[in-house]
């Protein structure tokens, strides 16, 4: 039995970490959307978010206030209602859409 005990705690011994290895497998760590939100809001300043019957919304402030009144397809998209899908990607293809575009153009001109 002592054998038995022995080999359990040379295996434990084994088994704890290491304070100064690092650890052989690292999961990428989940940033929270909020973050993420926080970092692409810096070089955006049109770029805002609000909370709608409890659901965060992301929105463009340049759309919504020029967008909305436009004529030639232009109206209502998920940056002028709020969208809930907070990726990077969708942030960038509004960024080059034509409505972000001529709002751009019409905020710049009303400042």
């Known amino acids: 039995m002592e054998s038995k005990r022995a080999h359990q705690m040379i295996s434990s011994d084994e088994d704890s970490p290491d304070p100064d290895k690092e650890p052989l497998t690292t999961k990428p760590q989940k940033r929270r959307k909020g ?3 926080e970092d692409w809001a810096r070089t955006r300043p049109w ?3 609000e909370v709608r ?5 992301m929105y463009c402030t340049y759309c919504r206030e ?3 009144f436009r004529t030639g397809g ?3 998209n998920a940056f002028v209602d709020g969208t809930t899908r907070f ?4 942030v960038e293809d509004h960024e080059r859409s034509n409505m972000h ?3 751009e153009a019409t905020q710049k001109v009303a400042l």
Do not use: C, P, T
């Open 87 to 90: 990726k990077l990607g969708g």
């Open 74 to 76: 232009y109206g209502h």
């Open 47 to 49: 770029l805002k978010k």
């Open 101 to 103: 575009i001529a709002s």
């Open 66 to 68: 020029h967008g909305r």
């Open 35 to 37: 973050s993420q939100f």
């Open 53 to 57: 019957d409890n659901v965060v919304l």
